[in-house]
């Protein structure tokens, strides 16, 4: 069995780390609604708003050879905008993270780095919903949008 709390850990921990490998400081944000803050002061990356960056940063396996789609309620995506209010940051300085691996190999990660300003096009009548092809389509016509 998989533990999906040090999974998510793990994909936070790689994340971050993929950042400060191409020269953009980024560092753990453990609070409630956050896992990380980026300084990219040139937007090399983060194209939407102002360093620093605030990220959630979520991660879907899959057991086999294909990825799974990702699910994430409304509600929390407000909820975190309504932190991110009571502490004076920003919507603009707001990203999603979505991770996908496949055959239970961490190794394999690929993220998506969503501006909040661009998550209604992957809202359903229920739920946002990323999937490995939603973000790659979705990346053809939003240039903020970008692939780690």
């Keep these: 069995m998989i533990d999906s709390r040090l999974t998510g850990e793990t994909a936070e921990d790689i994340y971050l780390g993929l950042l400060n490998l191409r020269g953009v400081f980024a560092g753990s944000f453990d ?23 605030y990220v959630q940063i979520k ?45 239970n190999d961490i190794r394999n990660v690929i993220y998506y780095t969503v501006p909040f300003s661009s998550l209604q096009v992957f809202k359903t009548s229920g739920q946002y919903r990323f999937s490995v092809k939603r973000c790659q389509d979705v990346m053809r016509d939003d240039d903020n949008i970008f692939c780690l």
């Design 31 to 53: 609070t409630h609604s956050f896992d990380g803050i980026i300084f990219d002061t040139h937007n090399k990356y983060f194209k939407v708003g102002c360093s620093p960056f």
């Design 59 to 103: 991660c879907r396996g899959s057991a086999g050879d294909n990825y799974n789609t990702q699910g994430f309620p409304p509600e929390k995506i407000s909820a975190i905008r309504r932190v991110a209010q009571k502490l004076g940051i920003p919507e603009t300085s707001l990203y999603f993270v979505i991770g996908f691996y496949k055959n």
